[in-house]
């Protein structure tokens, strides 16, 4: 579940910058208010999972989510997670 979570997350990102293209700091607001509102029991079950591409078995593995905007936007989540 908490992949599906980081891809809902990421898609999100994806969308706030695109309905906002005069703004470069949109995607990284989006970031930022989505892992602000996180509960702490929300951020340990995130840090469990295996960093984007990791695991080659698992949904963060090779695939849609692991490049572009959606790869950028994951990658950025779970390091201010780990922070």
Request: charged share 20%; glycine share 10%.
């Amino acid at each position: 579940m908490g992949a599906h979570a980081l891809g809902a997350a990421a898609y999100a990102v994806k969308a706030a910058a695109l309905a906002h293209p005069a703004r470069p700091s949109a995607a990284e607001d989006e970031i930022r208010w989505q892992v602000n509102r996180l509960t702490e029991q929300q951020r340990v079950a995130l840090r469990r999972l295996p960093l984007l591409g990791e695991n080659t078995a698992g949904p963060l593995g090779p695939g849609l989510l692991t490049s572009g905007v959606l790869g950028t936007a994951i990658r950025q989540i779970q390091t201010r997670l780990q922070d």
